[in-house]
C-alpha cells in the first residue's frame, strides 16, 4: 500500500494562521483524505478558481472563461461532474484547498517558495510575464527595449505593476515617469483601452490579460516584456498524487487537441470587434433587410421597430450567419442556450425570423423583471441585461444603491458601475453575486445604440 505523502506539522500550524476567516478567526487546517478514486465515488471534481477574464466569468448567463474551459474537458476526460467554487483571493483559494472546499485549484497558481514544499503543482505550466501595452502608430516604430523607456510617461494602477516599474525605474537608473493612477472609477483594463484609443501612451499587464485585450483592440503592441518569466501552473494538495498525474497526463495528451486549442484560440486570438456599415437606403427609408421582421415583432414588447434594428445592427450587423467568440448565434446572437429556451429548433439559430421572434421573447421576459422601473428608462436596463445578462445589471444596481446613487437610473449613475465590474474592489463586494464582467462592453453597448436609434427616429419614417 502506498504511504500518503507526509505534510509537516509546521506547514499545517504556519497555514492555520495564514487562513483566516474573515480576517478575525483562526480556521484550523487538516490534512484532507480525497484523491482521486473518491471523486469518482461522488461523480464530482470541485475546482478553486478566481474571477478575471482569463479564468472565469459569466457572459450572458453562461460560465466562461479560458481556465474554467480546460477545467471543464479534464473533468470530462475524467468523467465526472464540474462544480465550481470561486475564492477571494490566491490565499484564500490555497486555504479553501487545504480545508477540503476543493479538489483541484483550477487557476495559474504563482510557483513560489511559500507554496512550492506545501502543493503539488500539475497540468500546464504556464510562463508569464509583464509586458509594455503600447499602440501601433504608422509611421512610428514601437519601443523594442526597456532602456527606451527613459523619459517616457507610463500609467499604472497601484499594486504589483507600479511596483515592477519602480524596481525597473531603479535598476535603470531613473527616468521613467510613472504615473500613478487612484481613481476608483478607472480599472486596469481601462488604462488599456486609453492606450488603444491614443488617450495614454503606455501601460503594463500581465501578457496573457495584453493577448485577450489585444483581440478587442488589434492596433495594440504587447511584444515588449518589462518583467522577468513567472511560472505557474495549477495544484491540488500533496494528498492527491493521483489526480495530480491524471492532470498532467490530461496535459500531455491534450495540449494539442481541437478543444483546447478552440479555447485558446477563443480567447487570446479571435477578434472580438464586429464590423459595421451605414444604413442600407436612406433615401428609401431602409435600414436594412429585415426590417419587416422589425416591424412584425416589435409592437409585442411594446417597442419602436428602429429600437430593434438599432440592436441588431450593434449585434450583427445584420448578418444572419454571423458567430460571436463567445457562441452566440444569428441576427440578434442569442446564446445557445438561449435560443433553446426561447423555442428557437436546434439548426435554426441563423433563420433571421425565428433569431428576432426568440429575441424579442427573451427581450420581454427580462423587462418583466425591470417592471419597478418605468419607460422609457427600462430600456437601458434591458438593453445592458441583453449584453451582459442580468446578474451583472444586478450588481451594478447594487452597487450604485450602495454608493448613494440612483439605482433605477441607467445613464451616470448604473453605467458607472457596470464599469466598475471589471475592479476586484467592485466586483468581490459583498453586494455582488456574479462576480468579474467586462463592463465597458455593456456601458459601450447601450450607449451606442441608443444613440443610433435617435439617429434612425431622426432619418427613418416610423
Same mark, same amino acid.
Given at each position: 500500500?502506498?504511504?500518503?505523502?507526509?505534510?509537516?506539522?509546521?506547514?499545517?500550524?504556519?497555514?492555520?494562521?495564514?487562513?483566516?476567516?474573515?480576517?478575525?478567526? !483562526?480556521?484550523?487546517?487538516?490534512?484532507?483524505?480525497?484523491?482521486?478514486?473518491?471523486?469518482?465515488?461522488?461523480?464530482?471534481?470541485?475546482?478553486?478558481?478566481?474571477?478575471?477574464?482569463?479564468?472565469?466569468?459569466? !457572459?450572458?448567463?453562461?460560465?466562461?472563461?479560458?481556465?474554467?474551459?480546460?477545467?471543464?474537458?479534464?473533468?470530462?476526460?475524467?468523467?465526472? &461532474?464540474?462544480?465550481?467554487?470561486?475564492?477571494?483571493?490566491?490565499?484564500?483559494?490555497?486555504?479553501?484547498?487545504?480545508?477540503?472546499?476543493?479538489?483541484?485549484?483550477?487557476?495559474?497558481?504563482?510557483?513560489?517558495?511559500?507554496?512550492?514544499?506545501?502543493?503539488?503543482?500539475?497540468?500546464?505550466?504556464?510562463?508569464?510575464?509583464?509586458?509594455?501595452?503600447?499602440?501601433?502608430?504608422?509611421?512610428?516604430?514601437?519601443?523594442?527595449?526597456?532602456?527606451?523607456?527613459?523619459?517616457?510617461?507610463?500609467?499604472?494602477?497601484?499594486?504589483?505593476?507600479? #511596483?515592477?516599474?519602480?524596481?525597473?525605474?531603479?535598476?535603470?537608473?531613473?527616468?521613467?515617469?510613472?504615473?500613478?493612477?487612484?481613481?476608483?472609477?478607472?480599472?486596469?483594463?481601462?488604462?488599456?483601452?486609453?492606450?488603444?484609443?491614443?488617450?495614454?501612451?503606455?501601460?503594463?499587464?500581465?501578457? #496573457?490579460?495584453?493577448?485577450?485585450?489585444?483581440?478587442?483592440?488589434?492596433?495594440?503592441?504587447?511584444?515588449?516584456?518589462?518583467?522577468?518569466?513567472?511560472?505557474?501552473?495549477?495544484?491540488?494538495?500533496? #494528498?492527491?498524487?493521483?489526480?495530480?498525474?491524471?492532470?498532467?497526463?490530461?496535459?500531455?495528451?491534450?495540449?494539442?487537441?481541437? #478543444?483546447?486549442?478552440?479555447?485558446?484560440?477563443?480567447?487570446?486570438?479571435?477578434? +472580438?470587434?464586429?464590423?459595421?456599415?451605414?444604413?442600407?437606403?436612406?433615401?428609401?427609408?431602409?435600414?436594412?433587410?429585415?426590417?419587416?421582421?422589425?416591424?412584425?415583432?416589435?409592437?409585442?414588447?411594446?417597442?419602436?421597430?428602429?429600437?430593434?434594428?438599432?440592436?441588431?445592427?450593434?449585434?450583427?450587423?445584420?448578418?444572419?450567419?454571423?458567430?460571436?467568440?463567445?457562441?452566440?448565434?444569428?441576427?440578434?446572437?442569442?446564446?445557445?442556450?438561449?435560443?433553446?429556451?426561447?423555442?428557437?429548433?436546434?439548426?435554426?439559430?441563423?433563420?433571421?425570423?425565428?433569431?428576432?421572434?426568440?429575441?424579442? +421573447?427573451?427581450?420581454?421576459?427580462?423587462?418583466?423583471?425591470?417592471?419597478?422601473?418605468?419607460?422609457? &428608462?427600462?430600456?437601458?436596463?434591458?438593453?445592458?441585461?441583453?449584453?451582459?445578462?442580468? @446578474?451583472?445589471?444586478?450588481?451594478?444596481?447594487?452597487?450604485?444603491?450602495?454608493?448613494?446613487?440612483?439605482?433605477?437610473?441607467?445613464?451616470?449613475?448604473?453605467?458607472?458601475?457596470?464599469?466598475?465590474?471589471?475592479?476586484?474592489?467592485?466586483?468581490?463586494?459583498?453586494?455582488?453575486?456574479? @462576480? !468579474?464582467?467586462?463592463?465597458? &462592453?455593456?456601458?459601450?453597448?447601450?450607449?451606442?445604440?441608443?444613440?443610433?436609434?435617435?439617429?434612425?427616429?431622426?432619418?427613418?419614417?416610423?
Amino acid at each position: 500500500m502506498k504511504a500518503k505523502p507526509f505534510i509537516p506539522f509546521l506547514f499545517l500550524l504556519l497555514l492555520a494562521f495564514a487562513c483566516r476567516d474573515g480576517g478575525k478567526k !483562526y480556521v484550523p487546517v487538516r490534512p484532507v483524505s480525497r484523491d482521486l478514486p473518491q471523486m469518482r465515488d461522488t461523480g464530482r471534481l470541485v475546482v478553486l478558481t478566481l474571477y478575471s477574464s482569463t479564468s472565469y466569468f459569466m !457572459y450572458r448567463g453562461q460560465d466562461m472563461g479560458f481556465q474554467y474551459e480546460l477545467a471543464e474537458q479534464f473533468a470530462r476526460s475524467l468523467g465526472l &461532474e464540474l462544480e465550481v467554487k470561486v475564492a477571494r483571493s490566491v490565499r484564500d483559494m490555497v486555504c479553501m484547498l487545504f480545508r477540503g472546499e476543493g479538489d483541484l485549484i483550477a487557476y495559474p497558481l504563482p510557483v513560489t517558495k511559500e507554496w512550492k514544499d506545501s502543493l503539488c503543482y500539475c497540468g500546464e505550466e504556464i510562463i508569464t510575464h509583464q509586458v509594455l501595452v503600447q499602440r501601433r502608430t504608422r509611421g512610428v516604430k514601437p519601443l523594442n527595449d526597456v532602456t527606451q523607456l527613459v523619459g517616457k510617461d507610463i500609467y499604472v494602477k497601484p499594486g504589483k505593476y507600479h #511596483d515592477r516599474l519602480v524596481n525597473l525605474n531603479n535598476e535603470l537608473g531613473g527616468g521613467i515617469h510613472i504615473h500613478v493612477v487612484k481613481g476608483d472609477s478607472v480599472t486596469h483594463e481601462d488604462l488599456i483601452t486609453r492606450v488603444a484609443h491614443g488617450e495614454i501612451p503606455y501601460t503594463v499587464s500581465d501578457d #496573457d490579460v495584453a493577448r485577450l485585450n489585444r483581440t478587442y483592440f488589434p492596433q495594440l503592441d504587447i511584444d515588449l516584456p518589462v518583467s522577468f518569466d513567472q511560472r505557474s501552473s495549477w495544484a491540488v494538495r500533496l #494528498d492527491c498524487p493521483l489526480l495530480a498525474e491524471a492532470a498532467d497526463r490530461w496535459y500531455r495528451a491534450n495540449a494539442a487537441s481541437p #478543444d483546447y486549442k478552440a479555447s485558446e484560440k477563443r480567447y487570446f486570438e479571435q477578434s +472580438k470587434a464586429m464590423p459595421h456599415t451605414p444604413i442600407l437606403s436612406l433615401r428609401q427609408g431602409i435600414i436594412s433587410h429585415y426590417d419587416s421582421l422589425f416591424k412584425k415583432y416589435a409592437p409585442t414588447i411594446g417597442w419602436d421597430w428602429r429600437l430593434l434594428a438599432s440592436l441588431a445592427y450593434n449585434e450583427s450587423n445584420f448578418d444572419t450567419t454571423a458567430v460571436s467568440w463567445a457562441g452566440a448565434k444569428g441576427l440578434m446572437q442569442l446564446m445557445p442556450a438561449t435560443a433553446r429556451a426561447m423555442g428557437v429548433p436546434p439548426g435554426r439559430e441563423q433563420n433571421p425570423e425565428e433569431s428576432v421572434r426568440a429575441a424579442v +421573447k427573451y427581450i420581454g421576459q427580462t423587462a418583466r423583471s425591470f417592471r419597478s422601473i418605468p419607460e422609457p &428608462e427600462r430600456v437601458n436596463f434591458v438593453l445592458a441585461s441583453y449584453n451582459s445578462g442580468i @446578474g451583472h445589471v444586478l450588481d451594478a444596481m447594487a452597487l450604485a444603491e450602495k454608493y448613494g446613487k440612483d439605482k433605477y437610473v441607467w445613464r451616470d449613475n448604473v453605467e458607472k458601475f457596470i464599469l466598475l465590474k471589471s475592479d476586484e474592489r467592485y466586483y468581490t463586494d459583498s453586494v455582488c453575486r456574479h @462576480g !468579474y464582467f467586462r463592463g465597458v &462592453e455593456t456601458y459601450n453597448f447601450v450607449r451606442d445604440i441608443t444613440t443610433r436609434y435617435e439617429r434612425y427616429r431622426q432619418k427613418i419614417p416610423l
